[in-house]
C-alpha cells in the first residue's frame, strides 16, 4: 500500500501552497460583505514547513494513509487553521468542539489560542496520535466516537456547567472543525438547533455547499428544505474559499468556511411546533414541481391552502422554491388555524 511518506514527492512545494481566498461573500440576506477580520496574515516559513511536514511524517509514524471511507483530507496550511480559529473569534477561556482532529494541526492552534479543546474523532489511530501529542496539556480531551451517533450534548454540558461552579463567565462553547466532505450535512442539522450551549459554529465545507446553504436562491433547484432550516436556527455567513490544493490527499473539488450564529430559542421565529413545521416544509419540496396547494392536500383540502396562502399574503398558485423562511412561517400559522 502507498504510504504518506511515498506520496509527499507528489505535493507542491511548500512556497506555492496557495492561501485562502476572501470573496466578495453573500450573507443569508444576499448582501455581498467584505469580511475585513478575515485577512491573510502569513506564517514564518518555519511555520510553513512545520504542518506540511509534520502531517505526512504523523501519519506515517502510524503508518496510516488518509482513509476515502472517512473522508479524510488533512490541511497542510497553517494560515488556513489560523483563519478558522479568527473566524470564530477563538479566545483564552473558550470551549471549542472540534470534530475530526486528524493529526491535530488546528486543534494546536485552538489550544495556542487559550481554548480548551474537546475532539471527536472516529478513527482509533488518530486518536492515539493527538491523544500522544497532547498529552502534557490539561487543555484538551478527544473521544473516539462516530460524531453523527454521539450524544454531545452530554459531553458538552458538563465542561459548561464547571466553569459556571468556578464563576467563569463563558455561558456557551464553539465549534470549529475542517468536517469529512461526507458528513457535513449530517453534523449541520444535529449543531445548528443546539443554540443553548453553542454560540458559533465554524465549519470548512464543501465549496459548493458552503454556497447552497448560504445564499438564499430561489426559484432555482438548489433551493432546499436545508435552507430553511439554516435560516430557521442561525445566521450563515460565506467567510472565504480554501483552493484544494491546501489539503492531502487534494480532494477534487475546493473548500470553503461558513460561520452559523446560532440563534437560542427566543429568537426561533414562532411556530407552535419546529417538528410539524419542517413536516409541511419537507412535505412542500416533496412536490416541488407542484403547486403548494396539491402537495401539501394530506394536511387540509386544497382550498383551505388557497385562503391560507391568500391571507399570508402569498400567490395560490405558489410553489415551494418561492417562498421564503419567513413565507412559510405565515403559511404554516395560516393553516394551523384552519
Known sequence: MTTAVQLFHSLPPIASLPTATVPAAKSSAGARNQPASLHVVCASRKGRDDDYHATLKALNSKGRFPRKSLGQHYMLNPEINEQL?????VEEGDVVLEIGPGTGSLTNVLINSGATVLAIEKDPHMVDLVRERFETTDKFKVLQEDFVKCHIRSHISPILENRKALNVSLIRAKVVSNLPFNISTDVIKLLLPMGDIFSEVVLL???????????????????RPINIFVNFY?????NFRVPRTNFFPQPNVDAAVVTFRLKQAPDYPSVASTKSFFSMVHSAFNGKRKMLRRSLQHICPSNEIERALGDAGLPTTSRPEELTLDDFVKLYNMIAKV
Open 85 to 89: 480559529a479568527r473566524a470564530a473569534n
Open 205 to 223: 465545507l464543501q465549496e459548493e455547499t458552503a454556497v447552497r446553504l448560504v445564499e438564499l436562491s430561489l426559484r432555482t433547484s438548489e433551493y
Open 234 to 238: 442561525s445566521e450563515p455567513e460565506y
